[in-house]
């Protein structure tokens, strides 16, 4: 009886993704060699086949056995997870059989089962990172000198390659990882997407979306595969796309396409091919141009410095959403202001006024940093929508009743914006008139002879909406501050999520000291003339 070697890559480790031939020659084996996590995970395929698994950690002992059992007429399936033939077992059984003098006619039968691996089941789980040319470098330097390995990752840095990092870390190599993140960095921007795929289909998969700058702040093991993307690598609701060229030939939200497919093929629409009878290189002539400056060069010659921007700062237009009003206290709007609004805005971006005397932007853009650096510079007070919290302040008369305007520009800087449990309001009216409506808020204050009253637990819309209960009137205003910001971080700590913050106290029935009015009655308040 004649032996047959089958070497056989299983895939990522999930039964789903083992191809028929290799769960066949799995079942059509005599004795499965692997390892034991290996073997474990296609349990489910195996019958009565022997296992040899223990005993034997070094591969090349491995791959000795497994020739020797095929010599003695067994049909031994070798295990590799992903593709064998990717650092995997496929290499190191041939090199065995070729040290003695093995020849495919006579020799005993081979079979290598290709297996889907990492870098394709990874890449399936961020997006489609390796849509462009891409490369695998193993950072394991136990069989490889380090030498060669930074050698090509340099070389990848510069060809501009998508990476795939297999075997990036390990409990004793920990510092190739970092080494191999200071090369990229080197030729690539800090912001490039990373995506780390642990035990990809797996029951321990994990994914995580980074960038090149940041990639050594998550967990990197032994199972983990990290992927870098190239130049123009983007991240688009949390997956990671390369585009298929560097230059968009295609306009994606047209359906008549600038270039007409005969047009793309010109010499002149494509600089930087290699065109029959061009006699020189024309791009890239100096030697140590980089791959960056390459495409750079040759998408200026096309006159198209908006793509060249693209390359540097791969960022897709996504929608960038914002509230922004003119100050804390100031209400009106200058034409200059309204003028950058409605740049900003474009054709295409949307300016809303809310119920909340903001301002709401929605402005497609690559570059949010751009547009708030534009608003602050017109001086535009900026506020994140969602559950933040947001200080409604009145305008002071004009400005005319004064006093209370640095406690509301200090609790807006101490507060403003944070992010909550749930959107929460706080009203702060300049005098006892309380015109912009403080008591309608979560927390309301109303500065009136030059202290404070506080009011708690306001529901601001519904149609069981109510003012907030009365809970201390005439709070020092050196202490006023303080007091808002323990309440503020009383809820943001304590609150549930989504518990608006009247629940939140009838919930707790005290507040940082202050009752509701369930457990104890609300507070008389004196009466206040008009506007004072
Ligand atoms: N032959 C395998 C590679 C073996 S080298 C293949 O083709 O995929 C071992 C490395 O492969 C690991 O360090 C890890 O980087 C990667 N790897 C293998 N299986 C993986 C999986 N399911 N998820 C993530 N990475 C994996």
């Not at 065995?96 to 079979?111: C, D, F, H, P, Q």
């Not at 990752?153 to 060809?159: H, K, N, R, V």
Request: charged share 25%; proline share 5%.
């Amino acid at each position: 009886m004649k032996g047959k070697l089958l070497i056989v890559g299983f895939g990522p480790g999930s039964a789903e993704h083992i191809t028929k031939r290799a769960k066949d020659a799995i079942g059509e084996s005599d004795t499965i060699i692997g390892y034991k996590t290996y073997v474990d995970l296609i349990s489910e395929l195996i019958t009565d086949q022997e296992m040899v698994s223990t005993g034997m950690s070094e591969e090349v002992t491995r791959a000795q056995a497994a020739v020797r059992f095929a010599e003695k007429g067994k049909k031994v399936a070798v295990i590799s997870s992903g593709d064998a033939g990717v650092y995997g077992m496929a290499g190191l059984i041939y090199e065995v059989l070729a040290e003695k003098g093995w020849k495919e006619e006579s020799g005993i039968e081979v079979e290598v089962i290709p297996g889907i691996s990492a870098i394709q089941s990874c890449a399936s789980l961020l997006g489609a990172p390796v849509m462009h040319d891409a490369c695998t470098i193993s950072l394991s330097d136990h069989l490889t000198p380090w030498a060669i390995i930074e050698k090509r990752l340099e070389a990848a840095g510069m060809g501009d390659f998508v990476v795939a990092l297999y075997n990036p870390k390990s409990g004793r190599r920990t510092k190739q990882i970092a080494e191999a993140q200071r090369t990229l960095l080197q030729y690539r921007s800090p912001e490039t997407p990373v995506g780390l795929v642990k035990s990809a289909y797996r029951d321990t998969e994990k994914v995580v979306l980074t960038t090149l700058a940041n990639m050594l702040e998550h967990e990197i093991g032994m199972l983990t595969t990290v992927l870098i993307g190239n130049s123009s690598t983007f991240l688009h609701d949390g997956k990671m796309i390369t585009p298929r060229g560097y230059r968009r030939k295609y306009t994606l939200h047209q359906e008549e396409q600038a270039l007409r497919p005969h047009e793309r093929l010109r010499p002149e629409n494509e600089p930087w091919a290699l065109h029959e009878g061009k006699e020189e290189k024309g791009l890239g002539a100096k030697k140590q141009d980089s791959s960056l400056q390459i495409v750079m060069e040759a998408l200026e010659k096309l006159g198209e410095p908006k793509q060249a921007q693209y390359i540097l700062h791969p960022q897709i237009e996504s929608i960038f959403e914002l509230a922004v009003s003119p100050g804390v206290a100031n209400k009106k709007f200058t034409p200059k202001q309204m003028i950058l609004l409605a740049e900003l805005a474009g054709d295409s971006g949307t300016i809303e006024y809310t119920p909340h005397h903001h301002i709401l932007l929605k402005i497609p853009t690559g570059n949010p940093e751009n547009v708030t650096a534009a608003l602050t510079e017109a001086g535009f007070l900026l506020a994140p929508v969602g559950d933040v919290a947001q200080l409604k302040a009145c305008d002071f008369c004009d400005g005319e009743k004064q006093d209370a305007i640095p406690y509301a520009e200090e609790i807006q800087r101490k507060i403003g914006g944070s992010e909550m449990p749930k959107e929460l309001k706080i009203g702060l009216n300049g005098c006892g008139m309380a015109c912009y409506g403080a008591v309608h808020e979560d927390i309301g204050l109303v500065f009136r002879t030059g202290k404070f009253d506080l009011f708690l637990g306001g529901k601001t819309v519904g149609r069981t909406a109510h003012p907030g209960q009365p809970v201390a009137e005439g709070i020092e205003p050196e202490r006023i501050v303080e007091v808002i910001e323990r309440i503020v971080g009383e809820y943001q700590a304590n609150a549930h999520p989504n518990e608006r913050f009247y629940k939140y106290f009838k919930r707790v029935q005290k507040v940082q000291g202050f009752w509701h009015s369930d457990s104890a009655p609300a507070i008389e308040l004196e009466p206040a003339p008009c506007g004072e």
